[in-house]
């Protein structure tokens, strides 16, 4: 049985459906809410329970049954402020549920962010020698956050510290598909420029806050949540784990690749404004990702990503342009 943390959010929901198909037994840790779409991402695949996180360390203490728990909950804002509530819920219960799996021995799985690559200057290798992570300066309070554990767990691999039989970090890059909606002010920039190519306008783009970089030429690693999940699943399949993981595509696109790919894939006329970053984003906006996937690969994950092209038309024409558009 495996437990996923944040499983009724984007990528658990996803994952959560990949896992029931296969007939896998699925416990849920996370707030279904009262207002918005979150419950709607088990619409098609109820789990067959949802433990509220502040029960779960209780449940835990109960359960026996568990071989694998996915950490995926998290305060994920790049702009949240509260740091008392972001460390509590980043760092300390990801080192309870650790400490946990090392006594149960029990496999972990725990996402990290590429947010932890900062400006990028130190580059995207998922090297986890301490020397290399102390070189990687955040830029914001979400990405300090999953950089602080990924520190403790280095050192405990250093010091051969209690640690779970089998465990992964994995550095997330750019996430973009269907069940992404309740995200708010979080949700990919694919689905915010197709709603505005949908409403007749055109695709805005944020001006580059760096002289060097033009306009619409910022880059990330955008990688679709199938993706992930393939992912994910050899994952949690693999006979032995123990290292940190990158998981984008391995190849950087420019915001304007994206405008153009979700104007093709709603058949409309390209058309790219571009108006100003907001200030709050300005110093804390990561102009350049790509994943370096080696490390992945090594380990015998042969999985062919989707182009980004690919990705957008399947997530357009596939999800959001249909009646339902959940997973």
């Known amino acids: 049985m495996i437990l996923v943390t944040g499983g009724a959010g984007f990528i658990g929901s996803n994952l959560h459906a990949a896992l029931a198909a296969a007939g896998q037994e699925v416990i849920i840790s996370d707030w279904l809410g009262h207002e918005g779409h979150k419950w709607r991402n088990f619409y098609h695949h109820p789990p067959s329970a949802v433990i509220p996180p502040e029960e779960l360390l209780s449940y835990l203490e109960h359960d026996m049954r568990l071989t694998t728990i ?46 932890t690559y900062g400006d990028g200057s130190a580059g995207f290798d998922d090297d986890m020698s301490l020397d290399h992570l102390h070189k990687l300066k955040p830029l914001n309070l979400y990405g300090w956050s999953k950089h602080a554990f990924d520190l403790w767990v280095a050192q405990q691999e250093k010091e051969h ?18 069940n992404e909606y309740h995200k708010g002010k979080m949700i990919s920039v694919v689905k ?17 806050d760096r002289p060097d970089i033009p306009d619409g030429e910022q880059k990330r690693d955008f990688i679709y949540i199938d993706d992930v999940i393939a992912a994910l699943k050899f994952l949690i399949e693999a006979p032995q784990l123990s290292g940190l993981y990158n998981l984008g595509t391995g190849i950087a696109r420019s915001y304007a690749d994206l405008a153009r790919a979700v104007c093709a894939a709603n058949g409309v006329e390209e058309r790219i404004e571009f108006i100003d970053m907001p200030q709050t984003l300005r110093g804390q906006y990561q102009s350049f990702t790509a994943a370096k996937m080696d490390r992945l690969r090594s380990i015998g994950f042969n999985h062919q990503f989707h182009t980004l092209e690919q990705g957008i038309t ?14």
Not at 192 to 208: C, I, N, Q, T, Y
Not at 314 to 327: A, E, F, G
């Open 70 to 115: 996915v950490h995926l909950g998290a305060i994920s804002e790049t702009t949240a402020t509260d740091a008392d509530l972001v460390w509590h819920t980043n760092f300390t219960l990801s080192q309870k549920l650790w400490n946990w799996c090392a006594t149960r021995r029990v496999r972990f799985i725990y996402a990290s962010s590429a947010a």
């Open 314 to 327: 399947t997530y357009i024409q596939n999800h959001l342009l249909k009646t339902d558009s959940y997973r």
């Open 192 to 208: 915010v420029k197709h709603d505005e190519v949908l409403a007749g306008g055109p695709a805005r783009l944020f001006r580059s």
């Open 161 to 178: 510290a209690h640690m779970p039989p089998n465990w992964a970090g994995v550095k997330f890059f750019n996430v973009y598909g269907p």
